[in-house]
């Protein structure tokens, strides 16, 4: 941030990143004193150019949000009281020292959400304070998102964070997957001004196919929407692989000699032509075939997959499948491809360089036996750890900057389970469906209140670019950041008494701008903060190279393992008799990005919930017809872990026989202080999904494809 000629005598422009999401987008931010007048584009940020969504304008709602929690809170019965830092921490540390002593260190656990992605002192904070308290109870929002493409990624190439990017610049066709880039902007993939990117495959010639249930943003931008069946992009991937293979169009490039067990793959795709794949994906062998001839022969292609394709029964197997299209055709590593970035922090190669690359499967939920996935277990298991009796169980909880309860699937059931808890201890800025649970909430400084670096987010840019930003505007003195929030915490739980002062003030010495530092100069460009500091919009490191992932594969033997085993017996054994079942006999459900919603919370923002109520169930009009449903009815809708009701849309486009929920909503729970969200409630899709939905490999949950009913109410 730098401070830039005052357009009057109290306004002052700086220079910094939205922290929203993923693209990384550069913002001015106008401020007045503490206050923010204005966010607008940066149109000398060399990667975003100018470019914010709407979410970008609302950050001044969330620095001067009155619902925000400023001070400590400590629950007595129903009522909160505020209280000072001290007491509050001393109160939190009791309570989890209380229960580790009493029921053993796994009977805390943790929950870390989404937002822990784009902050960089819980990053750089985060694994070690995770690391002192020694739970397996372990729990995150991966699980409900990118599990099975880190998993894919660790059983093929070593590394759980290899996952390569779409060269979008550069491609010639685009096949995207279960995704709608055009309102996200990128998801592993960060992408500003989506748009304009895919407009400009179609203005070089180049053609962009959406594979979706849904008529998406993106697909509407597209040359081609091939609306599968939900949960089938596995069959469908496995089909244009058959074609592939048996065509003889594969072509491993710079990778021959270098991949294992492709006979295994081409043997299990063999049995899968485009003809037996057809009545489960729902699109025509013909179609399968000539989308598999024109992936393999473009000059340039990339294939790439993200939540819709993750969040489902078989999510695992399509990430798998999806990098094993982009491995034969020789699109992996090259450009117009998918490739490794090369970010100024190589977090993914100094985390490899640790010995830290990932693990699968070391040990089992208690209760649900769920598998652990570097050190995490999925959340859709959570309730059942806290509700099972006898050893293991869990008793407390920190979240850090999560709401399971609207995140996670069937989240009326772990709201239940919360509410058992012996302990709760919440960092987070709000009192929501979630930290209503707590018995103490922590509040973190608001995301304008700290530096901003994408320290996880480089390693999946579009384009190899850096840039720091300080704070907008700095912390007050009785504001505390949320890493400086896990350094009290953890000292004070966990220290020996007379350590405890040391060790918090040797941990919070390493002030994440420090650590930053260091990291850059130890970086590939061999950059410092300084330097970054003197270049406040942002330095642009020039396109994605090829060869990253030749020079990165982290396996045993230095191959990468096109069919892993496990992969290739779930396949064998489960993904072919799919195949056989055809299409669902009912409706089933599907979630949706929306572009001014943020997961869960961004809905206490006023000028992002105005307009008409947007969490609506999408219907076809083929389905609303038999059930006697019109615009804006209201409707049942039912799965076999929960109710709800809420308005329809009646809309062509969407698959007949899908219905559409985003999810996020259902601000209506008592004890929740969001006055906003609250008069634009909808409902939780989560109270829907249901925990034994899971992609049956990492245990992610599948939101998608859930057999659901819908009825107009009586
Ligand atoms: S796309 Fe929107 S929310 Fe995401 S970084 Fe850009 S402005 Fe922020």
């Known amino acids: 941030m730098r401070a830039e000629p005052c357009r009057t005598e109290q306004r002052e422009q700086r220079i910094a990143t939205c922290p929203l999401c993923e693209a990384l987008c550069g913002v001015l931010v106008e401020v007045d004193g503490r206050r923010i007048r204005e966010v607008r584009g940066d149109p000398d940020d060399p990667f975003s150019r100018g470019y914010i ?5 609302a950050l001044a709602d969330l620095h001067d949000d009155p619902d925000r929690i400023r001070t400590p809170l400590i629950r007595a019965g129903a009522e909160w009281r505020e209280a000072s830092w001290d007491e509050a921490l001393e109160r939190a540390a009791a309570g989890l020292d209380r229960v580790r002593r009493r029921h053993g260190r796994d009977a805390v656990a943790l929950y870390y959400g989404n937002p822990v992605a784009h902050n960089l002192g819980l990053l750089t904070h985060g694994l070690a304070f995770r690391r002192a308290f020694g739970t397996r109870n372990v729990y995150s929002a991966s699980s409900t998102d990118q599990l099975p493409q880190m998993l894919a990624a660790l059983r093929m190439f070593g590394h759980l964070g290899l996952i390569p990017v779409p060269d979008v610049d550069r491609t010639d066709f685009f096949l995207i997957m279960g995704a709608n880039p055009v309102v996200s902007n990128g998801s592993l993939m960060s992408a500003p001004d989506m748009r304009r990117r895919l407009g400009g495959i179609r203005q070089r010639g180049g053609r962009v196919v959406v594979v979706d249930p849904r008529r998406t943003q993106t697909a509407a931008v597209a040359d081609e929407h091939l609306a599968i069946r939900p949960g ?3 069959l469908l991937l496995a089909g244009m692989l058959h074609v592939i293979a048996t065509e003889g169009w594969m072509r491993l490039g710079r990778f021959a000699g270098r991949v294992k067990r492709l006979d295994a793959l081409t043997a299990f795709v063999r049995d899968l032509p485009p003809e037996r794949v057809a009545g489960r994906t729902g699109i025509a062998p013909e179609a399968i075939r000539r989308l598999a001839a024109a992936f393999a022969h473009a000059r340039r292609a990339a294939c790439y997959g993200r939540v819709g394709l993750c969040t489902q029964r078989y999510g695992t197997l399509a990430a798998w499948l999806l990098q094993a299209l982009n491995l034969v055709t020789g699109r992996l590593d090259e450009v117009g491809g998918v490739l490794l970035p090369t970010p100024a922090v190589d977090a993914v190669g100094i985390l490899g ?3 830290w690359r990932g693990t699968f499967d070391r040990w089992r939920s208690t209760a649900r036996r769920l598998p652990e996935f570097s050190g995490e277990l999925p959340v859709a298991g959570l309730a059942d750890e806290i509700e099972h009796a006898g050893p293991g169980s869990v008793r407390a909880l920190i979240t850090v900057a999560g709401n399971p309860v609207l995140s996670a699937p069937n989240g009326r059931r772990l709201d239940r389970a919360l509410g058992s808890l012996e302990h709760v201890v919440a960092i987070d800025p709000y009192l929501n469906e979630t930290t209503r649970h707590a018995h103490v ?3 973190p400084a608001p995301p304008l209140a700290r530096p901003h670096y994408p320290l996880a987010l480089g390693s999946f840019a579009v384009r190899n670019v850096a ?11 009785e504001q505390r950041h949320d890493w400086e929030i896990l350094v009290e915490l953890g000292g004070r739980a966990l220290a020996p008494r007379p350590l405890r002062w040391l060790v918090i003030r040797a941990a919070a010495a390493l002030r994440p701008e420090r650590i930053l530092d260091l990291l850059l100069r130890f970086g590939p460009y061999r950059l410092t903060l300084a330097r970054l500091r003197a270049a406040p919009h942002g330095v ?6 090829p060869g990253r992932v030749a020079a990165s594969i982290a396996t045993a033997d230095g191959r990468i393992d096109i069919a892993p085993e496990d992969f290739l017996r779930e396949a064998r054994d489960k993904l072919r008799a799919e195949e056989d079942r055809g299409a669902p006999d009912g409706l089933v459900l599907i979630g949706r990005r929306q572009l001014r919603s943020n997961n869960s919370w961004m809905h206490n923002s006023p000028r992002l919930v105005k307009g008409a109520d947007r969490c609506v169930l999408l219907v076809h009009p083929d389905d609303a017809a038999p059930r006697q449903l019109l615009d804006g009815d209201l409707a049942v809708l039912e799965s076999e872990a929960g109710t709800v009701t809420v308005a329809v849309e009646v809309i062509g486009a969407i698959r007949p026989g899908v219905v559409s929920l985003p999810h996020g909503w259902g601000h209506d729970r008592d004890g929740v202080r969001l006055r906003v969200a609250r ?6 899709a989560n109270d829907v999904t249901s925990e034994r939905h899971l992609d049956t490999l990492s245990g992610n949950a599948a939101f998608n494809g859930l057999p659901v ?6």
């Open 709 to 714: 009913t819908v009825r107009r109410r009586s």
């Open 53 to 57: 969504c709407p979410k970008a304008a």
């Open 467 to 477: 840039k720091y930003a300080d704070a907008v505007i700095p912390r007050t003195g």
């Open 232 to 234: 089938a992009d596995a």
């Open 540 to 545: 642009d490191l020039g396109p994605l190279q």
């Open 353 to 355: 360089r640790l010995g």
């Open 679 to 684: 008069l634009h409630a909808g409902v939780s």
């Open 441 to 443: 909430l922590l509040p």
